[in-house]
């Protein structure tokens, strides 16, 4: 399982950034997928999840509105659209595919003016 995020930045509070994540090793269209999130000093926490059709996705309280998950299983690659960003989801960013110990080298989110 090799997962490698990209599409990270520094961005204004209100702005947008997408996040992608490329999968390969394992049959990607088979797995839901997820984004997680750590900020410093706290534990690392889930964003979003997407079933492996794409049909079902699940969001925290706190993105929800403003975080958007999707795929694209030809490309094996899943996206985290992240609009109207704050401060506090300054973050490193990591997909994870479900039931893996693996986890990618992630992108760091950075929200300030």
């Known amino acids: 399982v090799q997962l490698v995020e990209s599409g990270g930045g520094l961005v204004q509070p209100g702005g947008s950034l997408r996040l992608s994540c490329a999968a390969s090793?394992?049959?990607?269209?088979?797995?839901?997928m997820s984004w997680y999130r750590q900020a410093p000093g706290k534990e690392r926490e889930l964003v979003a999840l997407?079933?492996?059709?794409?049909?079902?996705?699940n969001y925290a309280d706190s993105v929800k509105g403003r975080f958007t998950i999707s795929r694209d299983n030809a490309k094996n690659t899943v996206y985290l659209q992240m609009n109207s960003l704050k401060p506090e989801d300054t973050a490193v960013y990591y997909c994870?595919?479900?039931?893996?110990?693996?986890w990618g080298q992630g992108t760091q989110v950075t929200v300030s003016s």
């Open positions: 997407i079933t492996s059709t794409g049909g079902s996705t």
């Open positions: 090793g394992f049959a990607f269209s088979s797995y839901p």
């Open positions: 994870h595919r479900g039931g893996s110990p693996n």
